[in-house]
């Protein structure tokens, strides 16, 4: 199993790799799960300042691996599992303080699509294709499909990728704004690394906060967004890097930050 999901540390940047090529990198709930502890650790451990979430073998993920994911006996309850499965999956992402990057090669299909716009950010190769693949097989889109697609791009596009469940294109999906950036295949890692080596070098509370704030801000009204931001900035002036910005700043010299 170990091998399935592969992990390394380099320079506060922890990679998580679906590794199972031979199926576009489907993802099993053995799989699921480990990819959520991951992030639920990364966001305790002091050493992990930025996460890369991407796939091997030329793909990103295709999917739930629905063969895996069945049993001899049905589930109890098909809104349990969604809840436990793919639910929590993304939000492992979206709650984890540190910034997710999600480096996009290949397919990323159903809640393989999700995983990637659950991340903070998005860097595609010239070769992924995005697929709402749920109404094929007369699905409704679950890993908080509807509330990503339409925070991202709105409700009619939104619909219209879950209708029709066709493939997005990444240069389509760059002007959709599901991805901030298109690179050639073989720059994807590299690009990825710069990303994320510049946030792992970033004030990683102040992040964290900034996270929070933006991820939060669809659902606030103005006043309670604006009493969140009030509370942030109390909460981030007591942090290190925070005084140390504001020294570097009067003493004019680049900050180092610390993550703390």
């Known amino acids: 199993m170990s091998e399935e999901v592969l992990e390394r540390l380099d320079d506060g ?4 790799t679906l590794n199972r090529p031979d199926v576009k990198n489907a993802i099993s709930p053995d799989q699921r799960n480990r ?3 991951l992030l639920t650790n990364a966001g305790d451990d002091a050493a992990v300042r930025c996460v890369v979430i991407t796939g091997s073998g030329g793909s990103f993920c295709s999917g739930a691996d629905l063969r895996a994911s069945r049993t001899d006996q049905p589930p109890v309850s098909v809104a349990q599992t969604i809840r436990e499965g793919a639910q929590r999956l993304v939000s492992s992402i ?5 910034p997710v990057i999600a480096a ?3 397919v990323a299909a159903g809640i393989g699509a999700h995983i990637a716009l659950a991340c903070d950010l998005v860097i595609a190769s010239d070769e992924a294709r995005f697929i709402e ?4 097989r007369a699905l409704v889109p679950d890993g908080g499909g509807a509330y990503l697609l339409i925070r991202l791009i709105g409700p009619q596009r939104a619909k219209e990728l879950v209708f029709f469940g066709d493939g997005v294109s990444a240069s389509d999906a760059e002007k959709l704004g599901l991805v901030n950036r298109v690179v050639p295949s073989g720059e994807l890692e590299s690009t990825a690394s710069e990303w994320a080596t510049r946030l792992a070098r970033g004030p990683t509370a102040t992040l964290a ?9 669809h659902d606030l009204g103005r006043r309670a967004a604006f009493d969140e931001e009030a509370l942030a900035q109390e909460q981030n002036m007591n942090t290190e890097d925070a005084q140390e910005g504001v020294r570097s700043f009067v003493e004019r010299r680049e900050p180092n930050f610390k993550g703390r």
């Open 104 to 106: 996009v090669d290949g």
């Open 133 to 136: 693949v749920f109404m094929r």
């Open 209 to 217: 906060l900034a996270k929070k704030l933006l991820n939060a801000a």
């Open 94 to 98: 979206m709650d984890c303080p540190k």
């Open 13 to 16: 940047v922890l990679w998580i």
């Open 35 to 37: 990819v959520i502890d």
